[in-house]
């Protein structure tokens, strides 16, 4: 079976376990306050910091099939995201140097019939001609590369991206919140991550209770994983596809599986036939959150790919007031704790995310064990007006972790824009402001230092500075600048390579974002 069809048949499933969740004790999560559109002053959505989206605007419930479908809510949203990225050194190339995506979404949500309803859309992606790289350059795409699938430019498939997004069934009582289908979930190991033109979804089966009161449990079964720049799911896990008998496909097959910039290298096709393993695979995933204790918020998660790996997170925040003064202190902590379930074998000496071991443990040779444990310090400004942030995040010298679902082990914590600080012994410090001047103007600052280990075939030490801006035109319509600028130590020596020095891969990179919401 495959994944689309596979998505399908968890339609099924899910109104099947809608119809028994009834008995169970306790209460979903409740959908936000249902109001008529022409009573609400508000837009129908807003652009959350990270560009997600904040409904206002949900459909009622209705009592008639035709209301079902006459009474829901079109959503609209027109963006263009623009890029340009340029090397310091001579090391790399600066082709492909810039990118664009023209389009949006089109998204339907239908009214709600005895606890039934869908939600349907559609995204898309055009890339101008006057700003995008040459085909032959499509594969040296850094920052933009998400606006067009390189594996089907690289086939002669053409510049350009049309996909579903979310397209599911949904099922909510008393007890349960039930979604079937292909969807967001936004998790501390999953994300839509939707700030290019097309969002990361999963191809499954979700479920929400509220067990008690400010305590919530999720659980969730993902068969398949369409990243942003593909046009129809994959694996959750295998990097490369199968051989197809085709030279000009099986040479960019590369790009036609989980190709996440996050992935591992020796999780791939070739390994996994080899190991005698099977090269699809499912996704389980579980949290736990409670609000029970004021001012703290703590969160437990679970993630498994039977037969790789099994992940298990801990994360606390507590927020506590200065005085009367409206400044107030909120500590947290994330726990990352990964463990072997298989994958080690598969990938045996190329156990590390860019498929080479040098410097690596020799235990590492056959496990994926590790951890990550990462800290902050915020301190917040009165009436929300923004924070300043303090954090850090150390890997264990074990093995890499592995995260290419757009979660980012080490985000809201040391993560700047395009990093990937989650290699094996790698320590960063972060420091981070946010102000919002006024209901036009927001701004955020993000000064990391990057100690990478020396020994291992891993990025060189590097500082990183980003810079964001977001800019309120109006209600509907926004605009975005990100500046990226890194600075990356060019004297490191190359591991086992005498008289060779790490790549300098210093950089600058900006990037500017449009939004119409309708």
């Keep these: 079976m495959n994944k689309e069809s596979m998505t399908l048949g968890l339609v099924t499933i899910a109104m099947l376990f809608a119809s028994l969740s009834a008995v169970a004790e306790g209460e979903i999560i409740p959908l936000p306050e249902i109001v008529k559109s022409v009573k609400n002053p508000k837009p129908k959505r807003t652009l959350n910091g990270n560009m997600t989206l904040n409904y206002h605007q949900l459909p009622g419930n209705v009592d008639t099939l035709q209301a079902l479908f006459t009474k829901g809510i079109f959503y609209g949203r027109l963006r263009m995201n623009s890029f340009y990225w340029h090397w310091s ?98 998790s501390v190991f999953t994300k839509s991550n939707d700030t290019k033109m097309i969002p990361n979804t999963f191809d499954g089966v979700s479920a929400a209770v509220k067990i008690a009161p400010k305590t919530t ?18 694996d959750v896990i295998t990097f490369k596809s199968a051989l197809t008998g085709d030279a000009t496909r099986d040479k960019y097959r590369k790009w036609n599986n989980n190709d996440d910039a996050g992935k591992h290298k020796g999780l791939n096709y070739d390994n996994f036939l080899k190991a005698g393993k099977d090269t699809d695979h499912t996704l389980y995933l579980a949290d736990l959150t409670t609000n029970k204790i004021k001012n703290l918020k703590l969160t437990g998660s679970y993630l498994q790919i039977p037969g790789v790996l099994k992940d298990f997170v801990i994360e606390a925040y507590y927020k506590m007031a200065l005085s009367d003064t409206g400044w107030a202190v909120r500590p947290g902590i994330r726990e990352f704790v990964q463990r072997d379930d298989g994958g080690g074998a598969v990938a045996g000496d190329s156990n590390a995310l860019g498929g080479n071991l040098t410097g690596y443990d020799p235990s590492v040779n056959g496990s994926l064990d590790s951890s990550l444990f990462n800290a902050r310090l915020d301190i917040l400004m009165p009436d929300k007006k923004g924070f300043f942030r303090l954090g850090y995040s150390k890997v264990a010298d074990e093995a890499d972790i592995v995260a290419p679902w757009r979660g980012f082990p080490t985000g809201g914590f040391t993560r700047a824009m395009g990093q990937y600080n ?81 790549a300098d891969w210093s950089y600058d990179e900006f990037r500017l974002e449009f939004n119409y919401l309708f």
């Design 422 to 502: 989650w290699f094996s012994n790698t320590k960063t410090l972060m420091l981070r402001a946010v102000y919002k001047f006024n209901v036009t103007w927001k701004a955020s600052i993000r000064y990391a230092i990057e100690d990478y280990d020396d020994n291992k075939l891993v990025p060189s030490d590097a500082t990183v500075i980003h810079i964001d801006t977001w800019t309120n035109i109006s209600k509907a319509f926004q605009m975005r600048m990100r500046y990226g600028h890194v600075t990356a130590d060019d004297a490191t020596p190359k591991p086992g390579v005498a008289g060779k020095y790490k």
């Design 89 to 186: 050194a001579p090391v790399y190339p600066n082709k492909a140097p810039r990118e664009m995506g023209l389009g949006g979404s089109f998204i339907y949500k239908s009214a709600v019939l005895n606890g039934f309803s869908f939600t349907a859309s559609l995204y898309g992606s055009l890339n101008p001609g006057f700003f995008r790289p040459n085909m032959n350059e499509a594969g040296f795409a850094k920052a933009g590369k998400d606006t067009f699938s390189r594996y089907k430019v690289a086939t002669g498939g053409g510049f350009g991206m049309g996909t579903f997004g979310e397209t599911y069934l949904k099922y909510r009582n008393d007890t349960v919140d039930i979604i079937g289908g292909r969807q967001f979930f936004e």
């Design 217 to 234: 449990l999720r659980v969730a079964w993902f068969g398949a994983q369409k990243l942003r720049d593909h046009e129809t799911s994959h």
